[in-house]
């Protein structure tokens, strides 16, 4: 979070990080302009129950960002969570994003370079969705 503070202080942007468990924490409904999941692979019933707030946690035209890796993921061996459940799908995202226009919705292989643990190719999927 401080390299992120960092990077939008250093670009003139404004940024608001919160460091939370997610379980417990509440999104306030209508509350956000952004929300960014990068890598976040929680456990389903938690996953599901997080898109759902983040859903209604976006103002009117708020933006969703999320990239995270697929099931293909497993067969590359580059990185990531080594238990399928907690990957995802484009389906799966639909889903559970339901109720945002999206905008890019994509799985894709990509090189990623994240770090001494996740570097080469990468089965991901992409989502930038916006609420209505």
């Known amino acids: 979070m401080a390299k992120a503070l960092r990077l939008a202080e250093a670009s003139g942007v404004v940024i608001e990080t919160v460091p939370a468990d997610l379980d417990p924490y509440r999104i306030i409904p209508g509350a956000w302009a952004g929300i960014v ?3 976040a692979h929680l456990p389903p019933p938690l996953r599901r129950k997080v898109h759902a707030t983040v859903v209604q946690g976006l103002k009117p035209g708020g933006v969703f960002i999320l990239e995270a890796y697929t099931p293909a993921q497993l067969a590359l061996g580059t990185g990531g969570p080594k238990v ?4 995802m799908t484009l389906d799966s995202l639909r889903d559970e994003l339901s109720g945002l226009e ?4 994509r ?3 990509r090189d990623l370079t994240e770090g001494s643990f996740h570097q080469g190719r990468g089965a991901v999927v992409q989502i930038l969705a916006c609420r209505p």
């Open 107 to 109: 799985e894709i292989e």
């Open 102 to 105: 999206f905008i890019v919705a």
């Open 37 to 39: 999941a990068t890598f």
């Open 84 to 87: 399928p459940e907690l990957l």
